[in-house]
């Protein structure tokens, strides 16, 4: 079992930059690959990143270029730095946990946080 608590969100300008924390619980954090996932209001639920247990990341081609996601396993937390905000940015972004490869799909993710809201403004 994993819990998930995200922080970091919060309201910026169009250009700026955010940091985005996951911090998770349970002593198997290592072995789980970590994604962010985020969802604005009347669209479905998109990928962001994927961090596998090594560390090998993956990106969705929106945020490619913009978005760094790491993951720190002595401190049980993932995070992502959002840089070059666009409005188009702005949703609920949530962080997830899998036992296995990571993946880009977040049916395949097990364990998911309550996320924090993301704001762009124009």
């Known amino acids: 079992q994993v819990q998930l608590v995200e922080f970091g969100g919060g309201l910026v300008q169009t250009g700026g930059s955010l940091r985005l924390s996951c911090a998770a619980s349970?002593?198997?954090?290592?072995?789980?690959?970590m994604g962010w996932f985020r969802q604005a209001p009347g669209k479905e639920r998109e990928f962001v990143a994927a961090?596998?247990?090594?560390?090998?990341?993956y990106y969705a081609d929106l945020t490619k270029g913009r978005c760094t996601i790491s993951r720190d396993n002595a401190k049980n937390t993932v995070y992502l730095q959002m840089n070059r905000l666009k409005p188009e940015d702005t949703a609920v972004y949530y962080c997830?946990?899998?036992?296995?490869?990571?993946?880009?799909?977040?049916?395949?993710?097990?364990?998911w946080g309550q996320g924090t809201q993301v704001t762009v403004s124009s």
């Open positions: 349970g002593r198997t954090f290592g072995t789980y690959a």
């Open positions: 961090i596998s247990w090594s560390g090998i990341t």
């Open positions: 997830a946990a899998r036992y296995g490869p990571a993946r880009s799909r977040s049916s395949e993710y097990d364990y």
